[in-house]
């Protein structure tokens, strides 16, 4: 019961955050392409890596309480996968289909490439 609560109140704080992002995106970039969504789910990239880093190098059993928290909760909470596959279904179905490619591999590839960066940079820090 205790990971429940953990997952449910990193939940909580990654999706007002997701919600704080899309709405700052929108009104910075507009809405001619899911910035909000995007940037998101590469910044969560980033993210998880640095977590999983920082988790690998504590090594210890307080690591699995931060992992939940953090990784499923904050993290799941913050990125979005059903989001984004919408907004792909979205632009195909406005037969935008070069918009479509775009956003999904680069959606893919730099949460990806931010996800190892992530992992890189947090390994100099905590080693």
């Known amino acids: 019961m205790n990971k ?3 997952v449910a109140a990193g939940g909580a704080v990654g999706s007002v955050a997701r919600y704080l992002v899309g709405v700052g995106a929108m009104r910075v970039m507009g809405p001619g392409w899911p910035y909000g969504t995007f940037t ?10 640095c977590l999983a880093s920082w988790l690998a190098h504590r090594g210890n059993t307080s690591s699995e309480t931060w992992r939940v928290m953090l990784g499923v909760g904050v993290l799941g909470g913050f990125t979005t996968f059903s989001s984004f596959s919408l907004e792909t279904a979205l632009m195909i179905q406005k037969r935008a289909y070069g918009q ?3 956003y999904s591999a680069a959606s893919v590839l730099l949460a990806i490439a931010a ?8 390994r100099k820090v905590f080693a």
């Open 4 to 6: 429940l609560l953990l």
């Open 115 to 122: 996800l190892f960066a992530g992992l890189l940079v947090a």
């Open 100 to 102: 479509a490619f775009t």
């Open 40 to 49: 998101v789910n590469v910044v969560g990239g980033f993210l998880m890596g």
